[in-house]
């Protein structure tokens, strides 16, 4: 049926003493999930690396000169390439947790962000409800929210994409 707190506790003091970055455990329906703080913010940063604009331009060329016989579709792709540098220079920011997301404090409340708004490191952007917490996500990027990727009230996974977000605007 669970765990007591103190179990929960001792192996929360475990995962803190061990060099453990991450602990599953499943008792009947009953599952929990601890993370290290390091272990989110590799996480963290491996998802901002993956998503920076750098990474995939410098590939794109390598793999690019050899068929230099396509100079029409080069010239088109130009077009459809000038909407995509745009895409890769967003920052996508993902759930932390698995749970429910809520754009909004409550039902009756606007929204915390809209697409067009302009957030702070810091500013509290969405809330994700898990095991009846509800866990206030904040941005960690200054920058345009470009578009909002999940519905209020559906339930969102780990990793899962919520926004996405312009550093540059």
């Not at 920076?52 to 390598?62: D, K, N, T, V, Y």
């Not at 895409?87 to 809520?102: A, C, E, H, Q, R």
């Not at 810091?122 to 009846?132: N, P």
């Amino acid at each position: 049926m669970g765990m007591e707190y103190k179990q929960i506790a001792d192996l929360v003091k475990l995962l803190n003493k061990s060099n453990i970055s991450e602990l599953k455990v499943k008792d009947g329906e009953f599952e929990l999930q601890l993370r290290t703080k390091e272990y989110v913010e590799a996480v963290k940063t491996k998802n901002v690396v993956a998503s920076m604009p750098s990474a995939p331009a410098p590939q794109a060329p390598a793999a690019q000169p050899a068929p230099a016989e396509q100079p029409e579709p080069q010239e088109a792709t130009p077009d459809k390439a000038a909407s995509k540098p745009d895409d890769s220079n967003l920052i996508t920011v993902k759930s932390p947790m698995i749970g429910t997301f809520y754009r909004a404090p409550s039902p009756d409340k606007d929204p915390y962000v809209k697409v067009g708004d302009t957030v702070n490191k810091g500013d509290m952007l969405c809330i994700i409800e898990a095991m009846k917490l509800f866990n206030e996500i904040e941005s960690e990027f200054t920058g345009k929210i470009v578009k909002v990727l999940v519905e209020d009230s559906s339930p969102v996974e780990y990793d899962q994409p919520l926004f996405l977000l312009d550093p540059n605007a």
